[in-house]
């Protein structure tokens, strides 16, 4: 085995289609999750790599929905993670196993009895419909139907026939991208994390793809009630999923830096749309209120809090000082790393001046 192979060690929690049960096999050791060893390192968001791994490992198409823990150790270099999977209606179980509630599971003996917390929260959550808020939308039951749903509407309207099953490209814990082949080419869902430093990515993306439409991808269709848009295929990532040389890094950046010395002029119409203002005075005044936070201060000492707090009007002073260099206010894309094949086209997480 290769130096830097890594190993992963993945159990699965398949919920129920319909009802507040999951399926566990049964051992001569006592009930335990179904259990599959890859020669490879799935990280927790390859949602789409692991679901092919279960359907050639089980013969089980699942949506992936999220998972209960995760972890890897750079030395061993294993991972070991407990995914939660949501079954298809039709689609066939393991041998020996059954579905289990949690009334059940209370006393059963398990073969890992360290699983069973994680799996009593797991039902506990399906069935008291109590999801933590800070699970994105995609990491729930129904949404992935939704999603699809969406999406074929949008083909229809376009007269575009959808050639291949929808696969997830990515799925994160600030968004999700989903890859629809259609016979008029690829497109691009993308739904986004509405969270205090996010921008309305839908209605900002098209908006900037308005104004600078070389250098944005084309938005296909916007979901204004949604942070849901459809994108056309605008090349292959070169950033961070690829090797970039210097040079062409050179190349990249400085198109970037065109792109927003064009965006000077017009910052009324991105603040109109709901780019974030990020400007000098705005930051100066936002200090104070983000040092009093109890939720951001939460993790320090007092000690920590303090010290923080001395050196507000050193930052306020940093950025009165700032704003005497006259730089001109200018659009950011905070997350800028993939251009097309003739780097014209940026994607990006979340946009602000």
Not at 232 to 243: I, M, P, S, T, Y
Request: hydrophobic content about 40%; overall charge negative.
């Amino acid at each position: 085995m290769q130096e830097d192979a890594w190993t992963s060690q993945i159990h699965l929690i398949f919920l129920h289609p319909e009802e507040s049960s999951l399926w566990l096999e049964q051992t001569v050791d006592g009930w335990r999750l179904p259990y599959m060893r890859l020669d490879q390192d799935i990280y927790y968001t390859d949602s789409e790599l692991l679901k092919t791994a279960v359907k050639d490992t089980f013969d089980i198409v699942a949506t992936v929905l999220y998972y209960a823990r995760y972890t890897d150790d750079e030395t061993t270099h294993i991972s070991k993670a407990i995914y939660v999977l949501q079954l298809d209606d039709a689609s066939p179980l393991p041998p020996n196993g059954d579905w289990l509630t949690l009334s059940t599971l209370q006393s059963l003996p398990l073969s890992k009895s360290e699983h069973r917390p994680i799996l009593k929260q797991v039902l506990f959550e399906v069935i008291e419909n109590n999801i933590p808020t800070t699970r994105p939308e995609w990491n729930r039951t129904g949404w992935l139907k939704a999603a699809e749903s969406w999406i074929q509407s949008q083909l229809r309207d376009l007269g575009y026939a959808q050639s291949l099953p929808i696969t997830c490209v990515k799925s994160s814990a600030i968004a999700c991208v989903l890859k629809v082949s259609t016979t008029n080419g690829n497109l691009f869902f993308k739904a986004a994390a509405q969270l205090p430093l996010f921008c309305n990515e839908p209605v900002v993306t098209a908006k900037l793809a308005d104004l600078f439409s070389k250098h944005m991808p084309v938005c296909v269709r916007v979901e204004r009630n949604k942070p849901w848009l459809l994108l056309a295929d605008f090349g292959l990532a070169v950033g961070r999923e690829g090797k970039v040389s210097h040079e062409r890094q050179k190349v990249i950046y400085q198109q970037y830096a065109r792109l927003q010395i064009a965006s000077v002029s017009h910052i009324p119409k991105l603040l109109d749309v709901g780019c974030l203002d990020r400007r000098l005075e705005t930051l100066e005044s936002q200090i104070d209120p983000l040092l009093t936070d109890k939720e951001v201060l939460s993790d320090l000492s007092d000690l920590e809090i303090d010290r923080l707090r001395q050196l507000s009007p050193q930052i306020k002073s940093l950025c009165h000082r700032l704003s005497g260099y006259n730089l001109p206010n200018k659009f950011l894309c905070n997350d800028v790393y993939k251009l097309d094949s003739d780097i014209q086209g940026v994607s990006a997480t979340f946009h602000c001046l």
